[in-house]
């Protein structure tokens, strides 16, 4: 089975930046696309940033020009570069991948942004 872990999560101060890695074991070759979620406090969860087999990729109005999501096939890896990080940031991030019927979760990350 797909296993998908998360790294790289800490506590930053604002205006500063972290990368996020979600390394998948297992083949996820078939994937329809992988993507980051978060969630904080008394919140929902909400779609942060994806990026599909084709190599697209979308971004969510509040990250967009600050996140960059990229993916290394050689390691079976994707990332999560976030640059200019805001308090609003704050929250457990989570990676996911998908494909036509299956769809798998990683644990998540913390990511603390201070002021």
């Known amino acids: 089975q797909v296993q998908l872990v998360e790294s790289g999560g800490g506590l930053v101060q604002a205006g500063g930046s972290l990368r996020l890695s979600c390394a998948a074991s297992?083949?996820?070759?078939?994937?329809?696309?992988m993507g980051w979620h978060r969630q904080a406090p008394g919140k929902q969860r909400e779609l942060v940033a994806q990026i599909t087999s084709g190599g697209g990729t979308y971004y969510a109005g509040s990250v967009k020009g600050r996140f960059t999501i990229s993916r290394d096939n050689a390691k079976n890896t994707v990332y999560l570069q976030m640059s200019s990080l805001k308090p609003e940031d704050t929250a457990l991030y989570y990676c996911?991948?998908?494909?036509?019927?299956?769809?798998?979760w990683g644990q998540g990350t913390q990511v603390t942004v201070s002021s």
């Open positions: 297992g083949s996820i070759f078939n994937a329809v696309g």
């Open positions: 996911n991948c998908w494909g036509t019927s299956y769809d798998y």
